[in-house]
C-alpha cells in the first residue's frame, strides 16, 4: 500500500537536497533584471530570460559593494546560491557577487554617478573658475616620483622662469588614491601664496584611474577655492576629476601651459607695446595741447588780460552786496528773537517767583494749621484734666459713694477741731439730712 507524505515532508525533503546538491551551493546564471525597485537596505527581484523567471535576494552589505547600481531591465552575470523557501514552497537564488553582462561594473559605476553628479549641477559650465593670466605659485597633487612633476617643472621653467611650484607629494595608483588627492586639495585651498592647483597622473587602464572618479575626489574639486586643472591620464582617457575641474589639460605640458598662459618673451614684447603705446599717446597730447596754447596766444584776450575778468568783478561786487543786505537782515531778525527771548525768560523768572512765594504760604499755612490744631488738641486735653477734677470735687458725687457731709453754720466742717460744742450741725447722707446737736469732740490719739 502505497504512503502519502504531507506537503511539508515533500518540502523538507526538497529543501534538503537543495542545501546539500553541490551543484546547487554555488550557481552562475545570466538573466535580465526584472520587477527591481530600489529599497533602503536588502533588494529583492526577478532574474528572467526567454523561459523561465527565479526570484532573486540580495543582502544590503552585499549590495553596497557591487560599485554599480541595478536597474530594470540591465543584464548582469551573477553567482549564488539556490534556497528553497519553505513556507511558499517557492526557490529563489540569494545573490553573493553580481556584475553587469558585457561591460564592466567600473564603467557601469562611472557613468551613474556622472549622471547624478551632473544632475546635481557640479559640471555646468557657469561654476568654472578663469584661470589667472599670471601666476607667481603653482601647486601640483601629484606623485613625487613620477614624470609628472618632472614635465610640469620644464614646461614653466622654459616659459616662464621664477615662477614657484609647490608639489604636495599624493599616491595616485591604489587603495587611499581618492582620500589622498581630497587631503592635499584642503590643503592646498588653506594656504594664501598659490595662484593655481594642477591635479595629474599618467595614462592607465580604468582599474587605475579610478580613484580620480570617486565622488569625495569630484567633490573637493568642485569646492576648491583655487582654480583647479585637471591632467588626469593620456589624452584618451577621460575622468570625473575632468569633468568638474576648470580646465582640463590632455597632458601634463598642456596643463602647464595652461598655468602660464602667457611666456615671459610674450610678456616682454607686451609691455614693449604697451610703452610704444604710451609715448605715442602722450607726445599726441602734448602736440595738441601746444596747438591749442599756439592760437589762444594770438586771441585778445591775451594782449588785454583784463578782459577775463571785468565780468567776475562785476559778479563780485553785486555778490558781496546781497551779502551784505543779507546779514544785516539776518542780523535784525536774530537780535529781535532775542529780545523775545529776554521778555520770555523774564516772564519765566517771575513765574518762577510767584510759584516760590505760593509753595512758600502753602508750607506756612500748612505749618500754621499744625500748630493750631496742636493748641487745639492741648487745650482739650486740659479741659478734659479739669472736667475730670471737678468731677472729684463735686460733693453730691462724694455722698453717692456712701460718705457724710458735715455742715455747720452753712459751712463744710474740714476738721473735727473746728465743731463748735452745743451748736447744732447738719449731716448730709446720701438718702437725707440729719439735724445733730454735738456734745463733744474726742480728739485722736496720734499714734
Known sequence: MAEYLTVSHLTKYLKLKFDKDPYLARVYLTGQVSNFRKRPNH???SLKDEGAVIQATIWGGVYQKLGFELEEGMKVNVVGRVQLYEPGGSYSIVIEKAEPDGIGALAI???QLKKRLGDEGLFKPEWKQPLPQFSNKIGVITSPSGAVIRDIITTVSRRFPGVEILLFPTKVQGEGV???VVANIHKANQRDDLDVL???????SIEDLWGFNEEIVVRAIFESRLPVISSVGHETDTT????VADQRAATPTA?????TPVTKADLVNHLRQQQNRAFNATLNRVRFHQERLRKLSQSIIFKQPERLYDGYLQKLDQLSDKLQQTMDSRFQTHQQTVRLLQERLKAQRLEQKIASHKQYLQQQTRLLKTNMANIYDNKMHRAKQLSEAMTLLDTSRIVARGYAMVYQEGRVVESSQTLKIGAPATIQMRDGQVEVEVKDVKKQKNI
Not at 594642477?198 to 592607465?204: A, C, E, K, S, V
Not at 570625473?240 to 569633468?243: A, E, I, K, Q, Y
Open 43 to 45: 533588494q529583492y527581484f
Open 240 to 243: 570625473l576629476s575632468d569633468f
Open 198 to 204: 594642477i591635479i595629474g597622473r599618467g595614462g592607465g
Open 109 to 111: 559605476q562611472f557613468e
Open 255 to 259: 596643463a602647464a601651459e595652461l598655468a
Open 178 to 180: 581618492a582620500q589622498s
